[in-house]
């Protein structure tokens, strides 16, 4: 299976895109909307803001799809 690696995340707030490479030894907590400067968290349930507001879910979840990230 190969890893995207790359996500775009949407800003709930303001629903402003940009396309980021995610990290593949940790999990994104934090994410400061470069628009409004609205500070992402993961929504509850989630593990980080990639899998939350990304178009792609972090890698460790891409991975193994029945365990949550770190």
Request: glycine share 4%.
């Amino acid at each position: 299976m190969e890893i995207i690696l790359e996500s775009t995340i949407t800003c709930p707030n303001c629903g402003h895109q940009k396309e980021e490479t995610m990290p593949t030894d940790a999990c994104q907590y934090f994410y400061e909307c470069e628009n409004c400067h609205q500070v992402l968290k993961p929504k509850e349930g989630d593990c980080c803001v990639y899998c939350s507001y990304g178009s792609a879910p972090c890698p460790p979840v891409q991975l193994d799809s029945d365990q949550a990230c770190c």
